[in-house]
């Protein structure tokens, strides 16, 4: 029975959390989607996505690209707290902890990202994580080190300083591709002191030092080409989320807005806009826009070598 001063969020929480232990969905299931909680409890999206948050929070769901959001196997008391089974697992290391939270990062987001959760997906006590780690920050700050340690550049670069930025700069959207919540957490303001990110840091200045740019003017191009392939892919995160928590995607959510669209240009507000979307659809993806930027930021750049700074 649910308290009658509960919010309807907790309610549902309640509801699913006594199914999964009941047996009714086990691990591997998939819970209702955001959709489903709406239509079955008559709720908002917003609170069906709270529900989603709350079970991610206590570690008994988690999200599966292309699959939903489904029961975890590691949500049973047993693997929560195994020195109730007479111990603390022997093999807990640092790379462990850090591999499941950039899973756990990957497929959900940093903010799904807890101590409580790592501890349950990979079956040991909580406390048991601080004896490798200080706490989340510098979890976080291991997990940006390691994501990039993977991709090292290449000892020899191609020739020429724009082969080269080229090279840094795809090489580093594809690791914002593959893990949406570094973009976010890289600061461009307060870089963090990692030696595997550092390094294209240095890949950039290399291939600048020569050309005649002054030191300030080199130090600006370096943040200008590295804060542009952040600052488009901080982009990939909330799209991830957005289609995780509504179910519907991109394609699917701009078809829906076709019509208000429409209505909103056919008021004459915004002449040009509507002279340009009308007509066949503009391929202007994230990764179009990318290639785009990048040809337009490093062809200025070019100009600036030709005369001479």
């Known amino acids: 029975m649910h308290e009658a001063g509960e919010p309807p969020y907790a309610r549902i929480v309640a509801d699913i ?9 086990g691990p591997g299931d998939r819970v209702p989607s955001a959709r489903q909680i709406t239509r079955e409890w ?5 609170t069906a996505t709270k529900v989603h948050a709350r079970l991610r929070e206590e570690g008994l769901v988690r999200a599966v690209p292309g699959i939903g959001t489904v029961v975890t196997a590691a949500h049973r008391h047993d693997l929560r707290h195994p020195a109730a089974r007479g111990g603390e697992s022997h093999d807990l290391t640092r790379e462990r902890i850090v591999g499941a939270a950039i899973a756990i990062a990957d497929a959900e987001g940093l903010s799904a990202l807890t101590m ?3 501890a349950a997906t990979l079956g040991v006590a909580t406390m048991s994580l601080y004896r490798h780690v200080q706490g989340k920050e510098d979890l976080v700050l291991q997990m940006v080190d390691a994501v990039f340690a993977p991709s090292p550049l290449p000892q020899r670069p191609p020739e020429g300083w724009r082969a080269q930025l080229e090279l840094v700069a795809r090489r580093q959207w594809q690791l914002y591709r593959r893990h949406h919540w570094l973009a976010p957490v890289v600061s461009m303001t307060r870089p963090q002191l990692v030696p595997s ?9 290399r291939a600048l030092d020569g050309l005649g740019l002054d030191r300030t003017t080199t130090w600006h191009v370096m943040l200008t080409v590295l804060g542009f392939v952040r600052g488009l892919a901080v982009n990939f995160e ?3 989320h957005a289609e995780q928590d509504t179910g519907v ?12 669209l429409h209505k909103i240009l056919a008021s004459g507000q915004f002449p040009t806009l509507s002279r340009l979307a ?9 990764d179009t826009v990318f290639e785009f930027g990048l040809g337009q930021l490093l062809d200025g750049l070019a100009v600036r070598v ?3 700074g």
């Open 249 to 260: 995607t991109y394609t699917e959510w701009t078809e829906a807005q076709d019509r208000r």
């Open 278 to 286: 009308t007509g066949p659809d503009i391929d202007a993806d994230l």
């Open 116 to 118: 409580r959760r790592i």
């Open 238 to 240: 909330p799209e991830a």
């Open 42 to 46: 008559g709720v908002a999206i917003a």
């Open 197 to 205: 990110g550092m390094a294209y840091t240095e890949w950039v200045l």
């Open 17 to 25: 959390r006594a199914r999964i232990a009941a047996g009714d969905l």
């Open 306 to 308: 030709r005369r001479g």
